[in-house]
């Protein structure tokens, strides 16, 4: 049974400037997940953002209990702790589906929640 799903569509641009300022990373991405191009890290960025609306977009959520992994292969995982766990484990999600592509400047990402 799908339990949410979330789409988000983000600026590379936008991302590559905010990565930049004091603090930034370090509130929104996990040390793993530091590395990689500006598409790369638009694309776990907007990964982040569709999770949150798959989730009904709860306050307190932090964007560190969230972490957006790839596998050998370039497949994109989620990796969820924290307050973001307790959200999924609160809705009874079981698994957690997710895509992302960039081109032309945006990324994009889509979430599923199945539970």
Known sequence: MIIGIG?????????????ARPGFTDRVFTLAELSGSDQTMAGRFAAKEALAKALGAPAG????????LSDE???PSLVVAGTVGDRVDE???SRLHVSISHDAGVA????????
């Not at 959520?61 to 957006?68: A, F, G, I, P, Q």
């Open 7 to 19: 789409v988000d569509v983000c600026s590379v641009d936008r991302i590559r400037e905010a990565c």
């Open 61 to 68: 959520l932090r964007w560190t209990d969230c972490e957006v």
């Open 73 to 75: 292969t370039g497949r």
């Open 91 to 93: 809705l009874g999600v």
């Open 108 to 115: 994009v990402a889509m979430v599923v929640c199945e539970g």
